[in-house]
């Protein structure tokens, strides 16, 4: 039987409010997803060749890149970013960027409707602070980063998601203690658990990451 094949994906979870009790960005997946049907997701989505054109307004942090390196194909690390920054504006309508002046003459099909907002894609405050592969079985696998970003270079209204896709429904801020009580996938409760300790000073080295090999789960840290 030919092998599933991995596809690279990126996820955002973007906070808002205070340090002591933020909100999280979550929305609800259809009944009839091929892929975690009525589950509570972050935004998120597989990369697209389109994303490694994309260039950014600003600088993206060197710990953030060389992380996303550790064990993967170096070139793939501003990709997946932008690939972060995409579906976040496509399932949300939230853009994370900055006003440009100079003129981009080639802007790859699936990002000019960003573009055309008048910003240009900006990470200097993104984190990578999580990996998974999807397990096998599934009906996709995705080999998954998780960036974590706060709300403080979104765009416009924080609340206003009426520019989003229509993928995810029920779109909310939710208190991130709270986020539990959601219907959420396995991999999305323990990246949960990874924010909450990491925003209260929990301190482990490297990015922790979740995947399966012969059969049996693995937990490491990249």
Known sequence: ?????????????LLRGSK???HVLMGQRGQNASFMPNKFVFP???????????????????KCLNQLRVKADPALAKPLIAAGI????????????????NKINLIPENWKGFFASGYQPNADNIEFV??????????????????????????????????????????????????HNLDLPFVTEIVLS????????????????YYHESGTSHFQRL
């Open 44 to 62: 998120g989505g597989a990369l697209d060749q389109g994303d490694s054109e994309i260039n950014f307004n600003g600088d993206i942090p060197l």
């Open 194 to 209: 990874e924010v909450i300790s990491k925003l209260k000073g929990s301190r482990n080295d490297g990015i922790p990451f």
């Open 130 to 179: 999580f990996r998974a592969i999807t397990p096998p079985g599934r009906s996709r696998r995705f080999d998954a980063r998780f960036f974590l970003l706060s709300s403080h270079n979104i765009k416009g209204d924080l609340d206003d998601f009426s520019k989003a896709s229509g993928e995810l429904s029920h779109l909310q801020w939710i208190e991130l203690n709270s986020a």
């Open 86 to 101: 995409r579906e976040l504006w496509e399932e949300t309508g939230l853009i994370l960027g900055s006003k440009f002046e």
């Open 20 to 22: 002591k009790n933020p």
């Open 1 to 13: 039987m030919e092998k599933m094949e991995i596809r690279n994906a990126a996820t955002v979870i």
